[in-house]
C-alpha cells in the first residue's frame, strides 16, 4: 500500500516556474515508477512525465520536453516535478502516481492505467 500526497501547486505568470511535490508513504522499490499527469477541465488525464524510483529513465511528454524536469529523492521518499517556462496551457491540476509493476517493462509507463496509486492532486494555474 502506498499513499502520496501532492503539494506545490498554485497560482503563476506565464513564463513563470513552480516545484511540484509528491511525497509518499509506505514501501517504495526501485524499480517503482512514479509518474506525474495533468487533468485540465473536460479533458482526459494526460502523462507529463515520469521516472524510476531509483532516479533513472525518465521520460517526458513532447509539451514539457526541455521545460520540465523531474526527479526521486528516495531518503525523503518524495518525488518533485519542477516546471519552468509555466504556459496557459499547462493550467491543470496534477497528480503523481505510482506503477509498482515497473519491473516489467524498460521505461517508466505513460499511461494512467499503468499506474496503481494515486495522490489527489495539486491545481496549478498560469495567467497570461
Known amino acids: 500500500q502506498v499513499q502520496l500526497i501532492e503539494s506545490g501547486g498554485g497560482l503563476v505568470q506565464a513564463g513563470g516556474s513552480l516545484r511540484l511535490s509528491c511525497a509518499a508513504s509506505?514501501?517504495?522499490?526501485?524499480?517503482?515508477?512514479m509518474g506525474w499527469f495533468r487533468q485540465a477541465p473536460g479533458k482526459e488525464r494526460e502523462f507529463v512525465a515520469a521516472?524510476?524510483?531509483?532516479?533513472?529513465?525518465?521520460v517526458y511528454a513532447d509539451s514539457v520536453e526541455g521545460r520540465f524536469i523531474i526527479s526521486t529523492e528516495i531518503r525523503k521518499n518524495a518525488a518533485y516535478l519542477q516546471m519552468n517556462g509555466l504556459q496557459p496551457e499547462d493550467a491543470a491540476v496534477y497528480y503523481c502516481?505510482?506503477?509498482?509493476?515497473?519491473?516489467?517493462?524498460?521505461?517508466?509507463?505513460?499511461?494512467?492505467?499503468?499506474?496503481?496509486?494515486w495522490g489527489q492532486g495539486t491545481q496549478v494555474t498560469v495567467s497570461s
Open positions: 502516481g505510482v506503477d509498482t509493476h515497473a519491473s516489467s517493462y524498460d521505461s517508466p509507463a505513460q499511461v494512467p492505467s499503468a499506474y496503481d496509486y
Open positions: 509506505g514501501r517504495m522499490f526501485s524499480y517503482h515508477a
Open positions: 521516472i524510476k524510483w531509483s532516479g533513472v529513465k525518465a
